[in-house]
């Protein structure tokens, strides 16, 4: 299967209403794009940012894409464009880098359209930095428009949300769903992405990889040779170590989810992998949930572990440890 680059259900009605700002000539001096990861906040953002540089942009709003703006944009060297990102080897945005930002404002565009700054996740600045990124707010200078992006609003201060023009980006119905997929060229197993993408288990481009449900039964199957205690945790970790991290480690938080809704006989249709009701319907029957709440704490603070200095095979197989000490006390 193989996923195009056509806008994912219901942009387009968030794309509407940005290009309303650029129509009636009232842009927000700060813009903050929320909503579930995978949505494509990024890319709105981008393409709103790249509207307001082009110099001639088309009648739908897109940029067209050839001008010397544009050009500029594609080679990643627009003096008026400023992505704000964790350095590569840090997890915030720091204060030396909303400082250059805010010097950088106190600049003309060097160009006849604006200046656009986008803040991607905004919520990771430090607090020295977003009590810096506020002051600037407080002081709006000419022409320049911030984009901020994030999937945790609530860690932004409200001093800073208060101030900004808000896009919430929701996911789209199932239907809408089913159609995209089709338009993509996906026939095959419609039932089960829609449900991982709407459990944000995976996001739209992870599309583009034909294994992906591969990999996540093969795991699933580890997985149950663990509670059944037919393998050792040391085997799958060594195993699921060159697998993607984030994945792995959703693929697990969405299983004992499912667990526990199993654990209190919610309707099937609310679990999200529902190619495996089953096997978990089955697993539930025999686990404690004092036990399975203490395992899914366990997931949840590794994936915030993710991207640390620590050892991912050493934490799958303190995962896979405990995991087979819940079953072992059926």
């Given amino acids: 299967m193989?996923?195009?680059?056509?806008?994912?259900?219901?942009?387009?009605?968030?794309?509407?209403?940005?290009?309303?700002?650029?129509?009636?000539?009232?842009?927000?001096?700060?813009?903050?794009?929320?909503?579930?990861?995978?949505?494509?906040?990024?890319?709105?953002?981008n393409r709103f940012a790249y509207s307001l540089l082009c110099a001639n942009p088309q009648d739908n709003g897109e940029c067209c894409g050839v001008?010397?703006?544009?050009?500029?944009?594609?080679?990643?060297?627009?003096?008026?464009?400023?992505?704000?990102?964790?350095?590569?080897d840090k997890k915030s945005i720091s204060i030396n880098q909303i400082r250059q930002l805010v010097t950088d404002t106190y600049l003309k565009p060097q160009f006849d359209t604006h200046r656009v700054a986008i803040i991607n996740p905004a919520d990771v600045m430090t607090g020295q930095a977003a009590n810096a990124f506020l002051k600037c707010l407080e002081e709006p200078t000419e022409r320049t428009i911030f984009i901020l992006i994030t999937d945790k609003p609530n860690k932004l201060p409200a001093t800073i949300i208060?101030?900004?023009?808000?896009?919430?980006?929701?996911?789209?119905?199932?239907?809408?769903?089913?159609?995209?997929?089709?338009?993509?060229?996906?026939?095959?197993?419609?039932?089960?992405?829609?449900?991982?993408?709407?459990?944000?288990?995976?996001?739209?481009?992870?599309?583009?990889?034909?294994?992906?449900?591969?990999?996540?039964?093969?795991?699933?199957?580890?997985?149950?040779?663990?509670?059944?205690?037919?393998?050792?945790?040391?085997?799958?970790?060594e195993k699921w170590q060159k697998l993607p991290e984030i994945e792995l480690i959703n693929w697990l938080i969405s299983w004992v989810v499912d667990l526990i809704k199993c654990t209190y006989q919610i309707n099937r249709e609310q679990l999200c992998n529902q190619d495996l009701i089953k096997p978990l319907q089955e697993l539930s029957q025999q686990l404690?949930?004092?036990?399975?709440?203490?395992?899914?704490?366990?997931?949840?603070?590794?994936?915030?572990?993710?991207?640390?200095?620590?050892?991912?095979q050493i934490m799958i197989e303190e995962i896979l440890v405990q995991w087979q000490q819940i079953n072992g006390r059926i």
């Fill in 288 to 312: 404690d949930l004092k036990h399975l709440y203490k395992w899914y704490d366990l997931l949840i603070i590794s994936r915030q572990r993710l991207g640390t200095q620590i050892n991912f």
């Fill in 67 to 88: 001008c010397n703006s544009c050009l500029l944009i594609k080679a990643d060297t627009h003096p008026d464009l400023n992505q704000i990102k964790p350095d590569d």
């Fill in 2 to 45: 193989s996923v195009s680059h056509s806008v994912f259900p219901s942009q387009q009605k968030n794309w509407d209403s940005l290009y309303s700002y650029i129509k009636q000539k009232r842009l927000p001096q700060a813009l903050l794009i929320t909503g579930t990861s995978g949505l494509g906040k990024h890319t709105l953002a």
């Fill in 162 to 237: 208060s101030r900004c023009q808000k896009l919430s980006i929701t996911f789209p119905e199932k239907p809408m769903l089913y159609d995209w997929l089709k338009a993509q060229g996906i026939d095959d197993n419609q039932e089960t992405l829609v449900n991982l993408l709407k459990g944000s288990i995976v996001k739209p481009q992870q599309l583009t990889n034909h294994d992906l449900l591969k990999q996540r039964t093969d795991c699933f199957n580890d997985w149950l040779t663990i509670a059944k205690q037919t393998n050792h945790p040391a085997i799958i970790s």
